[in-house]
């Protein structure tokens, strides 16, 4: 049978050891909640570090074909998380109805691209045509939603329609404002420029000093 001291001592001994348990678990509770990216053990703010608002630069598109993006960079300089909204435009299938006077709603391609390079080639493919280079891409195709992660491994040098470069070559067109994402439809394109927000400029003074 317990006495009452044997109930106090044992309850202070339970609350001690939660206690040492909690203290613990608390840094790994942090480091979690700071790496929470599936892929990649980066750290990435909540805001963007630079956002893009898409306008459709060629004739002949859907009227209401639309595209946003957000893209933090990691502190280093050496991984660009992006996530692309497109919007009433299919990526896989039908998700959309076809608008009238317009053969597909289909994307064809999706790039980052470098207004600083001759041509405007694309610094990274992201999807279909002509290659998916990004190992951490991934779809949502009913929200029309591309998101992953931009680094040095996914870089390859095929040398048909464009090959995917170094973005640690590229940081400063980032800062720039030279990067562009483009969305396309055959003859239809719609393009956004990914513009430095007040924290990325922030970043991108802190990297280039
Ligand atoms: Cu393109």
Partial sequence: MQTKTNVLV???AAILSLSVVAMGELPQAVADKDHDNEDKKLKFKKKADFTADCYQVNLGMGTNWDCKASFWLDKNGENLKYKIQIDNMDLTGY??????GTDSDNVTGVHLHDAALDGMPHVLNIWKAPIEDDAQMRVIPALGIIQGIYDDGDVNPHNDHGPTLPLT???DDLCDGKFFVMVHNGPGVL?????????????CKKLSS
Avoid: M, N, V
């Fill in 10 to 12: 044992f309850s202070l």
């Fill in 95 to 100: 998700q959309t109805i076809p608008h009238e």
């Fill in 169 to 171: 070559d590229k940081i």
């Fill in 191 to 203: 393009k956004g420029d990914a513009i430095p927000t007040k924290q990325g400029e922030k970043l």
